[in-house]
């Protein structure tokens, strides 16, 4: 079954932990991206990566970093989490990409949330 | 500033009704727009995309853009209950922009 799985689908930490949730897809898309939603505010772009060791930051980068070591692998890193931190996070891929940013439908996976104390 | 803004809603509607969602996008150069839908607690989903400018049909739903305006908008025909849920819209300006979206409630 095609699909994009992130682990841990819960959280909850305190200030300070590093953390990593990770998002693996198994389509071969080389198009991945990390989302953060917030009541009122939607989907914000934290990071995108266009393919392996390709990655450049989104709307929303400050306190997240990103690695793209492997296609199908695209873990967000949060290295000292804070409570602004605390959120609803989506991993996303997709088949379809331009030159600076993907261009088709979306596939998200099942989310992430995280809460930091 | 890259935008998209949706109605904020919540929108009710009863069943059978049509349900008018819409949106509007500051990139005048934006080319993909897409509506995506989002049960509660659960992730969005790709319902819809369209290019040009006009109508696009799929079974109950219809996506209208128009880029002049640089307005694109969702009809929802004879609504159903099983509708209600958050519908986002989204444009490729560069990079992925979503609105906040629009819950919308079908009421039996």
């Known amino acids: 079954e095609a699909q994009v799985t992130q682990n841990p689908r819960y959280l909850i930490t305190v200030t300070g932990k590093k953390l990593t949730v990770t998002c693996s897809q198994n389509m071969n898309h080389e198009y991945m991206s990390w989302y953060r939603q917030d009541p009122g505010l939607g989907l914000r772009q934290i990071y995108y990566?266009?393919?392996?060791?390709?990655?450049d930051k989104g709307d929303v980068p400050e306190g997240y970093k990103v690695s793209r070591k492997e296609k199908r692998n695209f873990p967000l890193i949060l290295e000292s989490p804070s409570p602004n931190q605390t959120s609803l996070y989506f991993c996303a891929s997709s088949r379809d990409t331009a030159f600076y940013a993907n261009t088709g439908e979306l596939f998200f996976g099942e989310g992430s949330r995280l809460t930091v104390l | 500033q890259k935008e998209v803004e949706q109605n904020s809603g919540p929108l009710s509607v009863p069943e059978g009704a049509i349900a008018s969602l819409n949106c509007t996008y500051s990139?005048?150069?934006?080319?993909?727009f897409f509506w995506y839908r989002q049960y509660s607690g659960k992730s969005p989903e790709l319902i819809m995309s369209?290019?040009?400018?006009g109508d696009k049909e799929d079974g109950r739903f219809t996506a209208q853009l128009n880029k002049a305006s640089q307005y694109v908008s969702l009809l929802i025909r004879d609504s159903q209950p099983s509708d209600s849920a958050t519908y986002l819209c989204a444009v490729n300006m560069g990079d992925m922009r979503f609105g906040a979206g629009t819950r919308l409630t079908v009421k039996p």
């Open positions: 369209i290019y040009s400018n």
């Open positions: 990566s266009m393919n392996v060791e390709v990655t």
């Open positions: 990139d005048r150069g934006s080319q993909s």
